[in-house]
């Protein structure tokens, strides 16, 4: 993955087959990790609540206009831990 | 799943007992069993490139019904 600014990261699953905390369709909140991105995976805060590591191949990324942002962080709140 | 666990888990925790009704509810619908709990370990598992990683797992268990929703919580080497 290449290194982002400061502004949030969304993608949308296009895989979920064999995730239960992943659906297709959905949009989620991309949180920065370094680490996974160098084995191609993304740190995405699933439908449990909380952040987990999922292959960046399960996702497309959405850009987001800047003054849309704060509107998707107002429904994708972070992960609790 | 996107990684396959090689060997034992170690360093083992449970880290909830009292799941929230969202999460007890889906587990119960899922897979039956009662009582599940959130734990979290530590394993060598490989990625689907082949590459080897020590991670910090998590999963949900309850008695009888064994490893559910095992997921990677980070990298660790």
Avoid at chain 1, 27 to 51: H, K, M, N, Q
């Amino acid at each position: 993955m290449t290194t982002h600014d400061s502004r949030s990261l969304f993608a949308v699953c296009i895989d979920q087959a064999g995730c239960d905390d992943l659906s297709a369709g959905m949009l989620y909140r991309v949180l920065p990790d370094e680490a996974a991105g160098s084995e191609g995976f993304l740190r995405v805060i699933d439908d449990s609540g909380e952040d987990y590591l999922y292959p960046a191949s399960r996702f497309v990324i959405v850009q987001v206009q800047p003054s849309d942002e704060p509107k998707l962080l107002a429904v994708a709140p972070a992960s609790p831990g | 799943m996107d990684f396959e666990l090689i060997g034992e888990l170690s360093e083992i925790e449970t880290i909830a007992v009292n799941l929230s009704i969202r999460e007890k509810t889906d587990l119960k619908a899922r897979y039956g069993g009662r009582r599940w709990r959130k734990l979290k370990g530590v394993g060598l598992i490989r990625l689907p490139s082949g590459n080897t990683r020590r991670a910090e797992l998590h999963w949900y268990e309850a008695h009888g019904i064994g490893r559910r929703k095992l997921k990677i919580k980070r990298f660790l080497d």
